[in-house]
């Protein structure tokens, strides 16, 4: 279950990173996050930004709303998504991965 939790400028999004990947990809879930593939080697921030360049292009956002909260050095990684809903990034994450499910999280 992908965790989506609310935050005062929008919600925060679970991400699971796998850099150095094939290709750029939202690949599904992983320990209750979303899991993104992105060719970019874990090497001083390239990979957080290919991170953020794919979830821009995954949710049709601009790369202003995207922004890393946690995780700079780890896989697992929290993203605020600037002016969306937990429950709006929530649907569309069904639309696009039907067969994931999501968790819009109240504080």
């Not at 925060?12 to 320990?31: C, I, S, T």
């Not at 890393?68 to 990034?89: I, N, P, Q, Y």
């Amino acid at each position: 279950m992908i965790q989506i939790s609310d935050h005062a400028e929008g919600c925060v999004l679970a991400v699971r990173a796998q850099p150095g990947a094939r290709r750029n990809a939202v690949v599904g879930e992983q320990a209750g996050a979303l899991k993104v593939a992105v060719t970019a080697p874990p090497d001083q921030g390239r990979a957080n930004k290919a991170l953020v360049l794919v979830l821009c292009e995954y949710l049709g956002l601009k790369k202003a709303q995207v922004e890393l909260l946690s995780g700079a050095s780890s896989r697992s990684k929290k993203f605020l998504l600037r002016g969306l809903r937990s429950e709006t990034v929530a649907t569309q994450l069904l639309k696009l991965l039907p067969n994931e499910k999501t968790s819009a999280e109240k504080p």
